[in-house]
T-cell receptor
Framework: SAVISQKPSRDICQRGTSLTIQCQVD?????MFWYRQQPGQSLTLIAT?????????ESGFVIDKFPISRPNLTFSTLTVSNMSPEDSSIYLCSVDGLAGSDTQYFGPGTRLTVL | SQQGEEDPQALSIQEGENATMNCSYKTSINNLQWYRQNSGRGLVHLILIRSNEREKHSGRLRVTLDTSKKSSSLLITASRAADTASYFCTTYNQGGKLIFGQGTELSVKP
């Protein structure tokens, strides 16, 4: 399994500002994923981040709003830009398991509140 | 559309009782996975069952899979207050992305 950490664990931000969330994995992984979980809702995939290439965004999510970096095989960041109260959510990163495994492992999440 | 849908949406039981959650999905799968989420935190992987398996056990967890009905169930035996959490079933869609249902919110009262 992979051990994943996220920073910050929670934050309260003002409308119109941006927040960058960091995701660190204890081993090298090919694919990293970013999810959003709005209050009382399930998880929705925002984008897939591969090292050395542009992130692939799901329908309804755009790079200008959620820019992603993937500088190496153990680290990724997600920025939530020009925030509004509707961006208040838990943001989770996840990674693929070991080669041949279909399991994804999740970080502890970042709870974001936008005022 | 959601690939996995859990039922019931919420379940409240007493400690020591068994809890059963069901999940339905729409397309063919290679495997199905169950995750637990405690109080809005990260997800913990519980168990993976492959399409050629009908039942799998892990500690107090028992998962069944019926591919003819496109459904799965998660049974937690002898529940504890610490089992209070949201439980999600997940499958991969045709694009290889993990898709989550709405989850079952389990409350175990001491």
């Amino acid at each position: 399994s992979a051990v994943i950490s996220q920073k910050p664990s929670r934050d309260i931000c003002q409308r119109g500002t941006s927040l960058t969330i960091q995701c660190q994995v204890d081993s090298q992984v090919t694919m990293m994923f970013w999810y959003r979980q709005q209050p009382g809702q399930s998880l929705t995939l925002i984008a897939t981040a591969n090292q050395g290439s542009e992130a692939t965004y799901e329908s309804g999510f755009v790079i200008d709003k959620f820019p992603i970096s993937r500088p190496n095989l153990t680290f990724s960041t997600l920025t939530v830009s020009n925030m509004s109260p509707e961006d208040s959510s838990i943001y989770l990163c996840s990674v693929d398991g070991l080669a041949g495994s279909d399991t994804q492992y999740f970080g502890p999440g970042t709870r974001l509140t936008v005022l | 559309s959601q690939q996995g849908e859990e039922d019931p949406q919420a379940l409240s039981i007493q400690e020591g009782e068994n809890a059963t959650m069901n999940c339905s999905y729409k397309t063919s799968i290679n495997n199905l996975q169950w995750y637990r989420q405690n109080s809005g935190r990260g997800l913990v992987h519980l168990i993976l069952i492959r399409s050629n398996e009908r039942e799998k056990h892990s500690g107090r967890l028992r998962v069944t899979l019926d591919t003819s009905k496109k459904s799965s169930s998660l049974l937690i035996t002898a529940s504890r207050a610490a089992d209070t959490a949201s439980y999600f079933c997940t499958t991969y869609n045709q694009g290889g992305k993990l898709i989550f249902g709405q989850g079952t919110e389990l409350s175990v009262k001491p």
